[in-house]
């Protein structure tokens, strides 16, 4: 399975993004997007199950949204009232098969 992330970018405080993540090679079933900003853990902030089903972190939920196209096998992430703190490399994540698999990470970078 191979992961393509796109629609990062640098915006300003309260703005909005929407990044996307194609997978390829196989159907996957989970699908989930995680952050990593410089000196931090890589952490959660959105995933999604084939089914539709979403979990959010609280310091996301409300903020972000995140959907998926099972027939393109894409998921997004719509990124609102974005904050500097929301500065980090967005992975996407996909599982398949019992296997795990990451894509390259795309910068999002907010200004205040």
């Known amino acids: 399975v191979q992961l393509q992330a796109s629609g990062g970018g640098l915006v300003q405080s309260g703005d909005s993004l929407r990044l996307s993540c194609a997978a390829s090679?196989?159907?996957?079933?989970?699908m989930a997007w995680y952050r990593q900003a410089p000196g931090k853990h890589r952490e959660l902030v959105g995933s999604?199950?084939?089914?539709?089903?979403?979990d959010y972190p609280d310091s996301v939920k409300g903020r972000f949204t995140i959907s998926r196209d099972n027939p393109k096998n894409t998921v997004y992430l719509q990124l609102s009232s974005l904050q500097p703190e929301d500065s980090a490399v967005y992975y996407c994540y996909a599982t398949s098969r019992n296997a795990g698999y990451w894509g390259q990470g795309t910068q999002v970078t907010v200004s205040s």
């Open positions: 090679g196989r159907f996957v079933s989970t």
């Open positions: 999604i199950g084939s089914g539709g089903s979403t």
